[in-house]
């Protein structure tokens, strides 16, 4: 297995294949707010399936990108967090939502930096995007604001950013729409409630998005073990494969 390594010029943690000649695809995944880049992969990286493989055996040729947020004051805490945007409740993720607006959009924007990038190398049908709580609601609206189709889009326990004030705008991402979804949330989830997770589900399959939606009995705040973990590996990789036939697109 390769070592995590700190790209320091775009402020990631990443796992590349051990062999560069061997990056077929390459995997973005956001942290959630309060936790940070290195920590985030740690945990993903150390996650296994039922016989006890871990997602560098079971995505070979992927490198993994684990984005870092910016620290950002806390309103509601009262300290700085990593954090892509402030949020006042995470009971209600769109209370005060107007004020997420600058920082979400700001956020947003390096993702598609990275995606930019990666894309350079391996296409946009090669990429598949995603995250977890706030960093899934930052990688939606990463997506539908690059409007490309990128190979894949997963979320784990996330919501939808800002749903009645630019939903609209979503519905012009037509590219992005073309982006498969697996969804997946826990229904133990005291962080996130699973509603906001179904609400997510609801509004993408409404703007057309094909959306697979997963829930789980348990999980907590994080992916069910192992099911939820095979089912998104097995995502990625039909994903992935359907990009393989997909002439690489410019960058």
Same mark, same amino acid.
């Given at each position: 297995?390769?070592?995590?390594?700190? !790209?320091?010029?775009?402020?990631?943690?990443?796992?590349?294949?051990? =062999? =560069?000649?061997?990056?077929?695809? $390459?995997?973005?995944?956001?942290?959630?707010?309060?936790?940070?880049?290195?920590?985030?992969?740690?945990?993903? !990286?150390?996650?296994?399936?039922?016989?006890?493989?871990?997602?560098? *055996?079971?995505?070979?040729?992927?490198?993994?990108?684990?984005?870092?947020?910016?620290?950002?004051?806390?309103? %509601?805490?009262?300290?700085?967090?990593?954090?892509?945007? =402030?949020?006042?409740? $995470?009971?209600?993720?769109?209370?005060?939502?107007?004020? %997420?607006?600058?920082?979400?959009?700001?956020?947003?924007?390096?993702?598609?930096?990275?995606?930019?990038?990666?894309?350079?190398?391996?296409?946009? *049908?090669?990429?598949?995007?995603?995250?977890?709580? *706030?960093?899934?609601?930052?990688?939606?609206?990463?997506?539908?604001?690059?409007?490309?189709?990128?190979?894949?889009?997963?979320?784990?326990?996330?919501?939808?950013?800002?749903?009645?004030? $630019?939903?609209? *705008?979503?519905?012009?991402?037509?590219?992005?729409?073309?982006?498969?979804?697996?969804?997946?949330?826990?229904?133990?989830?005291?962080?996130?409630?699973?509603?906001? /997770?179904?609400?997510?589900?609801?509004?993408?399959?409404?703007? /057309?998005?094909?959306?697979?939606?997963?829930?789980? /009995?348990?999980?907590?705040?994080?992916?069910?073990?192992?099911?939820?973990?095979?089912?998104?590996?097995?995502?990625?990789?039909?994903?992935?494969?359907?990009?393989?036939?997909?002439?690489?697109?410019? /960058?």
């Amino acid at each position: 297995m390769s070592k995590i390594q700190w !790209l320091h010029s775009s402020g990631c943690f990443s796992l590349a294949p051990q =062999d =560069d000649s061997n990056h077929r695809s $390459t995997l973005i995944l956001l942290h959630g707010r309060g936790s940070n880049a290195e920590e985030f992969a740690r945990e993903f !990286l150390e996650t296994q399936d039922s016989y006890g493989q871990f997602l560098y *055996q079971l995505l070979p040729e992927t490198k993994v990108v684990f984005p870092e947020a910016n620290v950002l004051p806390s309103e %509601q805490m009262g300290i700085g967090l990593h954090q892509w945007f =402030d949020m006042y409740s $995470t009971a209600n993720p769109h209370e005060h939502e107007n004020e %997420q607006l600058s920082a979400l959009l700001g956020s947003a924007n390096r993702i598609v930096s990275i995606i930019h990038e990666e894309a350079r190398i391996v296409g946009y *049908q090669h990429i598949i995007l995603g995250g977890i709580s *706030q960093g899934c609601a930052t990688a939606v609206y990463a997506l539908l604001g690059l409007n490309r189709q990128l190979g894949g889009f997963v979320g784990f326990a996330g919501w939808l950013p800002l749903p009645a004030y $630019t939903l609209e *705008q979503y519905a012009q991402a037509t590219e992005a729409l073309h982006t498969p979804a697996l969804l997946e949330h826990c229904d133990d989830d005291a962080i996130i409630a699973m509603r906001y /997770g179904e609400e997510l589900h609801v509004n993408l399959e409404a703007l /057309g998005i094909k959306v697979e939606w997963k829930a789980y /009995g348990d999980g907590d705040h994080w992916i069910n073990e192992p099911k939820g973990f095979e089912d998104f590996v097995e995502f990625v990789k039909t994903c992935l494969h359907a990009g393989s036939v997909i002439p690489k697109l410019d /960058g």
